[in-house]
């Protein structure tokens, strides 16, 4: 099994982490990179394989070198470092020198377990996605980790972000490498992104929770809103973890009155015509040379942002309105379908306590 070979600080309780920063499955492959949980902290760990003429080690000597931070925001600035540790470790097992340095350059005081929970927070802080996490994350993909992701999943995307807004238990299954699936669950919670203030902070908060495993169900079973990822398949028969499990591209869900979200419909496509017309219009201004400032990721951002904000305007408005009734014609403003997308509406008002009368009538059969 896998083991903690050397830390510091030496009394840290790094129960676990061992797994966590060496996917279930990493044996298959040369390298990789993983984000995960570890209480209230965050890690990244960079995973090499190099063979090696020893039986003692099976033909192979494997290992990870990571680190842990109360932020993820900026973890992406030491890849570079953990991965020539990573090498250097296999090479030269067992000196430890450069990594002392780099703890004593770096070491700060993380917050106390018994601490105030992350989990509380109230919803208003989501805008921090944009502002603070995001344009350091875009650094750590060469190729921009939204616009490959929105690349991967196309329209599927639409349905990704119905399910990331009701704030469900999202797990995404890949087998290794799982560095880009970790993008993919950043991508994931930032399609949920609210910039406008009193959402209300009852709400739960769209955790990234980036690599899980066997060892983290118990975890899991206590969380009502989580965005996640794993190597291990085992996870898809254990129903009551998950609300929606994403194998590769296709999007599932065993719940029966979340079953209507999978269906793409009028207003998703044309959500997702208009998304990519402004990439292309990006593409054109960038190609002409008249803006070099904006990028895919940003546009991709502040799209979803911006159809968020016009919902929950919309909603707030309605429901401080004296008749309180949202009809088909709002549906509409906010870029929904009355039809197609009447129970994601009945649930959005219910996950956030939004207090309106629907009166979007279901179509008549004759």
């Known amino acids: 099994g896998n083991m903690v070979e050397w830390c510091l600080p030496q009394d840290i309780d790094l129960e676990g982490v061992e797994f966590k920063s060496m996917a279930s499955g990493s044996h298959k492959i040369q390298s990789d990179f993983i984000y995960f949980r570890k209480g209230l902290c965050f890690g990244l760990a960079c995973f090499a394989n190099m063979p090696v003429e020893s039986e003692l080690e099976r033909g192979a000597r494997m290992k990870s070198v990571g680190i842990l931070s109360p932020s993820y925001t900026l973890l992406y600035r030491y890849m570079h470092f953990l991965e020539n540790q990573v090498r250097h470790q296999l090479e030269m097992p067992g000196h430890y020198s450069h990594l002392e340095a780099f703890y004593d350059d770096k070491k700060g005081v993380l917050p106390d377990s018994k601490g105030t929970s992350s989990s509380?927070?109230?919803?208003?802080?989501?805008?921090?996605?944009?502002?603070?996490?995001?344009?350091?994350?875009?650094?750590?993909?060469?190729?921009?980790?939204?616009?490959?992701?929105?690349?991967?999943?196309?329209?599927?995307?639409?349905?990704?972000?119905?399910?990331?807004?009701?704030?469900?238990?999202?797990?995404?299954?890949?087998?290794?490498?799982?560095?880009?699936v970790c993008y993919r669950v950043y991508c994931c919670c930032c399609l949920a992104n609210v910039s406008l203030p009193g959402l209300g902070g009852t709400v739960p908060e769209s955790k990234p929770f980036f690599y899980v495993n066997v060892a983290d169900i118990e975890m899991l079973e206590t969380e009502v809103?989580?965005?996640?990822?794993?190597?291990?398949?085992?996870?898809?028969?254990?129903?009551?973890?998950?609300?929606?499990?994403?194998?590769?591209?296709?999007?599932?869900?065993?719940?029966?009155?979340?079953?209507?979200?999978?269906?793409?419909?009028?207003?998703?496509?044309?959500?997702?015509?208009r998304l990519n017309d402004q990439r292309q219009m990006l593409m054109y201004s960038q190609e002409v040379g008249e803006d070099c400032s904006s990028c895919e990721e940003d546009l991709f951002i502040l799209f979803f942002m911006e159809q968020n904000n016009r919902i929950f305007q919309t909603l707030m408005e309605v429901s401080a309105s004296q008749d309180k009734t949202l009809t088909a014609d709002h549906a509409r403003g906010m870029g929904l379908d009355p039809q197609g997308d009447r129970s994601f509406l009945m649930d959005l008002l219910e996950v956030y306590g939004i207090d309106v009368m629907l009166v979007i009538d279901n179509p008549c059969c004759t």
Not at 257 to 271: G, R, S, V
């Open 120 to 180: 509380q927070q109230p919803v208003h802080w989501l805008p921090s996605i944009h502002r603070y996490m995001y344009p350091e994350m875009k650094i750590t993909h060469p190729a921009g980790c939204m616009s490959q992701f929105i690349k991967f999943f196309g329209e599927q995307i639409l349905v990704l972000w119905k399910f990331a807004l009701l704030r469900k238990r999202i797990l995404i299954f890949s087998p290794p490498p799982v560095g880009v």
């Open 225 to 273: 809103s989580y965005v996640a990822c794993t190597t291990e398949k085992i996870f898809e028969q254990k129903r009551d973890l998950y609300d929606v499990y994403v194998d590769n591209q296709n999007v599932k869900t065993h719940h029966e009155h979340l079953q209507p979200l999978l269906k793409i419909n009028n207003a998703d496509k044309e959500k997702y015509r």
